[in-house]
């Protein structure tokens, strides 16, 4: 029989797995709860399953390449279908010809797992190719390394199970087919492969101009996994090099790029077999050219090695371990909050941020983080141009963002300055060439009699960020001529929006933030002068303010169910102790500019219609656990709020992801998340009880909208949950129908005897 591992846990020791274990493994009832929460969207618990090594068996149970001896199975991973059992059946007659031993859906029920023999000669890479180029299939290119676990499912998404999994031994299993290349000196076998504890060399892409593979980093060199990291488990080789690039001080300007690549390949070839093929692989060419670059890493390779690993490189790898970690925390702590406005502060912001965040926020004391890696998005989506994104209920969408930053007199609210000041300065560029052509046409006029010779106001004035204090008519005309690029404008005050409107006792500023927010608006004024502006536009506006939250509160106080709340990000920052010590910013230099100027020509650049499944999945994934909190709440203000937070929260998870090369990283979901909540904590906290009040209804209690099931017992009565609405001030007449809806959704079963009883504790 083969030999294979399981383990209980991610971190657990390997045993060799029998038929009678497999199957007393997979029919665990432990495992079929666990997969059924998975597959209706708790992705967390995933990593909580025993899992099965396919690949290899270990020497006293240590999970590692180091101590792994090849199974003779390879395993395949098919990620992100919709439906994997009808995928199965279209391939199932060709897989089991071609000697398929295992075949199942995956935890999430988004994807398939199959697991053949290993062919001879043929090391894991190669035979996961041959099989997914027989089978006409796109796998996942993560699982390359022998200590690669898979989750084990139960019972019913087994597809098929060979007996001969158990019953023959490798060595006398016929191979799959014959081998389409001769096995020599450029195919490692698997037995070689283990005894290395190193990943088979993959052979270099074409990069394109950013000096990434053509075919996308993020597609195929970011899966690859380094088998120095924790268990196998997660550690891409592009999160080392990442690190490497920090200890080393960064990528350097033009002129020292050629020592930069040669000091990265120096290190980067003790965790790459020492093969420059494999290091042009991991490494970007830094704006260097292609030939000069690869023979720069080829002399790296050849240059004599120690015998132990330098510390920087060490360090890179102890680095990104720890990042790892702090993400697991970051998305078992995040889970848990629910933005209901609950406590005197806000949720914490994660310890693991994206990137560009991660940039955007380093200059900043860690008191103003959280409001500064909100207030950013505004200006980040003026960028884009010609560009939608499509929500989850099938509406499209451009990049609008507005953020309002409510905190106390005196609290730092300038602490958004620095970081927008470099977002916009390519922007402000481009206008401030604009703003001369302008001015230059308005002085040539002026000097011209009323029935001289006029040239008409210039074609191509296109001029993004506007002043505070515009009139409606400038900023329709600016919106007009904008070509439809985002105006953008940071407010010191959030009453200096009262500039646009139309006159001094109109709402008109409100509407324009309602209007801007909703696909296919449209805005614009008749006059008759000849002088007049009379244009109709459609409004796209970006724009960040700052007030006082009591100025705030007032400003807001008449639309409170108007609109503009629900549309608008909001963040803070808290309070601090009286004496506090003074925080102290970084420098937003021309270095910190050259480190953003990718991400920025990466929004430039985008167009059409974008899309990003992790993306969407995490927007329906946010929505339906908002809806399950309103249920359990039944706060009404929670959930109309929540609807519009959860687009703002998906147009920042596609910003991430366009302004990244189109790539998703794992840190984006704990962000989002994080970042919905926060703002739907600050909604929730600044203008709940204020909403109720002006709807009409019954007012909230000061700590905000509770879980009402949590408030209960296991089992309770009738009586019980209208004593528990009543004491958040909810309507008791609505018992009936909260209890109804509870056990429609499977929260609560009735018992004979008039008791009502929790399925699961919420």
């Known amino acids: 029989m083969y030999r294979f ?29 666990k997969c059924k929460l998975i597959a209706e969207g708790k992705i967390e618990l995933k990593r909580k399953l025993p899992a099965f090594c396919w690949h290899a068996w270990f020497d006293e149970g240590k999970r590692k390449n180091s101590c792994a001896h090849p199974s003779g199975l390879i395993m395949i991973d098919v990620d992100h279908v919709d439906n994997p059992r009808e995928l199965y059946a279209s391939i199932e007659q060709k897989a089991k010809e071609n000697g398929l031993l295992v075949a199942h859906v995956t935890p999430s029920t988004k994807g398939l ?66 081998l389409p290349f001769p096995v020599g000196k450029g195919v490692p076998s698997a037995e070689k492969q283990a005894a290395n504890s190193k990943l088979v060399s993959p052979l270099p892409l074409e990069r394109d101009g950013r000096g990434f593979p053509s075919e996308g980093r993020g597609e195929v060199d970011s899966k690859l996994v380094s088998p120095l990291l924790p268990e196998g488990d997660g550690g891409g080789f592009e999160s080392i090099v990442h690190e490497l690039e920090v200890l080393l001080g960064g990528v350097p300007m033009h002129g020292s790029r050629n020592q930069f690549i040669y000091t990265m390949a120096c290190n980067l070839r003790y965790i790459c077999n020492h093969d420059p ?13 292609k030939d000069k670059w690869y023979s720069t890493i080829k002399s790296a390779c050849n240059r004599a090695m120690t015998v132990n690993m330098p510390k920087i490189m060490k360090k890179a790898i102890e680095r990104v371990k720890a990042r790892e970690e702090e993400q697991q925390e970051d998305e078992e702590e995040v889970e848990g909050v629910d933005g209901s406005g609950n406590g005197t502060l806000p949720p914490h912001m994660p310890k693991t941020l994206p990137a560009m965040i991660r940039l955007l926020v380093s200059k900043t004391p860690d008191i103003y983080k959280p409001a500064v890696a909100h207030a950013v998005f505004p200006a980040l989506a003026s960028h884009l141009w010609h560009t939608r994104f499509k929500y989850i209920d099938n509406v499209e969408h451009e990049a609008t963002l507005m953020n309002v930053l409510m905190a106390g007199t005196g609290a730092g609210k300038s602490c958004i300055t620095g970081p927008i000041d470099s977002i916009m300065k390519d922007i402000r560029e481009r206008d401030r060439i604009n703003m001369e052509k302008e001015q230059q ?45 985002f105006l953008y404008v940071r407010m010191n005050e959030i009453e200096q929006f009262n500039a646009l409107k139309t006159s001094a006792r109109s709402d008109s500023q409100f509407q324009i933030m309602c209007l801007a927010f909703d696909p296919g608006n449209s ?24 007030t006082t939250i009591r100025k705030g509160q007032q400003y807001f106080a008449k639309v409170l169910t108007d609109g503009p709340i629900s549309r608008i990000n909001f963040c803070t920052i808290p309070e601090q102790p009286i004496g506090a010590e003074m925080p102290v910013y970084g420098k937003y230099d021309a270095k910190f500019d050259e480190k953003l100027k990718p991400y920025i020509d990466n929004l430039n650049a985008a167009r059409g219609l974008i899309e990003c499944q992790e ?13 399950e909190f309103a249920r359990l709440s039944q706060s009404r203000i929670f959930e109309n709020l929540s609807f519009r937070a959860n687009v703002i929260a ?36 600044f203008f709940g009880e204020a909403i109720e009040k002006a709807n009409g209804e019954v007012q909230v209690t000061k700590r905000g909208p509770r879980n009402l099931l949590e408030e209960l017992p296991d089992r309770f009565t009738y009586d019980d949950a209208v004593a528990v609405r009543r004491k958040q001030n909810l309507h008791s007449g609505k018992t009936k129908n909260m209890l109804s809806a509870w056990k429609h959704r499977g929260y609560i079963v009735e018992t004979t005897n008039g008791m009502w009883e929790k399925v699961f504790s919420k």
């Open 5 to 33: 591992s399981f383990t209980e846990s991610v971190a657990g020791k390997a045993q060799e797995v029998s038929r009678q274990l497999f199957y007393e493994i997979i029919s665990r009832k432990d495992i079929k709860e």
């Open 113 to 178: 797992r199959l697991v053949f023999p290993l062919p001879q000669g043929m090391d894991i890479v190669k035979a996961q190719n041959y099989y997914a180029d027989i089978l006409n299939l796109k796998v996942d290119a993560c699982t390359k390394d022998l200590a690669r676990l898979s989750f084990v499912v139960p019972e019913d998404y087994w597809l098929f199970i060979n007996e001969e999994l158990f019953t023959l031994h490798p060595a006398a299993h016929p191979a799959a087919h014959p």
């Open 277 to 289: 093929e494999w290091v042009a692989r991991i490494l970007p060419t830094y704006g260097e050219a």
């Open 441 to 485: 046409w308005k002085d040539e006029m002026s000097t011209k009699g009323a029935n001289k010779d006029k040239k008409k106001r210039p074609e191509g004035i296109i001029i993004q960020e506007v002043d505070a204090d515009m009139t409606n008519a400038a900023f329709v005309l600016r919106m007009a001529e904008a070509e439809e690029h």
């Open 523 to 546: 805005y614009g004024q008749t006059r008759v002068g000849v002088q007049s502006v009379s244009k109709r536009v459609t409004i796209r506006f970006n724009w960040n303010a700052s």
């Open 615 to 627: 993306a969407f999945a995490l927007a329906q994934k946010l929505h339906d656990e908002n809806a």
């Open 650 to 685: 998906y147009l920042k998870a596609m910003i991430l992801y366009v302004a990244n090369g189109y790539k998703w990283e794992k840190s984006f979901e704990s962000f989002i998340r994080w970042s919905e909540q926060y703002d739907m904590w600050c909604k929730m906290h």
